[in-house]
């Protein structure tokens, strides 16, 4: 016990010696004044300056949806076999919760289970624009994601791909607003 605490005191010690012998000199900030304003080139202020306005009035992406679909075609739900039953807790409580029917509920929380397929998939097309996204509950599931407003606002029905929920539609919307999700989890739609 004591050998392993001091191995680990001798890491943490170490670790800290590292972390404060890195080399800051590439910094084009002047940390030691602290007063004076940071001492940025002349070049890079420029292109700074050129980036940021092409930036600005640059035309806002537009979502290859291609580039996101799964490739599966959507499944007829009238026999559709889902993996929840019916008549189960968790189906009954969903049900009870968002006031919607067994079946919506039964829908819902398969769809709802395998929106991270979807996810992963918007995520690779919309990078660094995304802030943050939302699954909504209740009447109808939707995945929204928020986006910074370099990306066109649309929609898509995505078909899940996976095995859970083979077949059934996740629909998706990308809004361009740059808000964390706005909508509250537990009030249903």
């Known amino acids: 016990m004591v050998k392993r605490l001091v191995s680990m005191m001798i890491l943490t ?4 010696g590292m972390l404060t012998g890195c080399d800051n000199s590439a910094d ?11 001492a940025v080139p002349i070049e890079q202020s420029e292109s700074v300056t050129s980036e ?10 537009t979502i290859d949806w291609s580039a996101v679909a799964s490739g599966e075609s959507p499944a007829p739900l009238t026999n559709y ?19 919607v029917d067994n079946a919506t509920a039964q829908h819902n929380l398969t769809v ?19 802030v943050s996204h939302e ?7 939707e995945l929204i994601i928020h986006t910074t407003p370099n990306i066109n606002a649309s929609s898509y029905d995505y078909v899940l791909a996976d095995d859970f929920a ?5 629909p998706i919307v990308i809004k361009p ?8 989890p537990h009030k249903g739609s």
């Open 13 to 16: 010690a170490s670790s800290l």
């Open 28 to 38: 084009p900030i002047d940390t030691t004044d602290t007063n004076s304003k940071a």
């Open 52 to 61: 940021s306005s092409a930036k600005a009035t640059a035309t806002p992406k």
């Open 81 to 99: 076999d889902y993996p929840f039953a019916l008549d189960s807790e968790s189906v009954r409580a969903y049900s009870d919760y968002f006031k």
């Open 112 to 130: 709802g289970m395998a929106s991270n397929e979807a996810l992963s998939n918007i995520l690779d097309e919309v990078g660094g624009s995304y």
């Open 135 to 141: 699954l909504t509950d209740g009447e109808a599931v």
């Open 166 to 170: 083979k077949g059934l539609v996740l």
């Open 177 to 184: 607003d740059g808000k964390k999700g706005s909508v509250d």
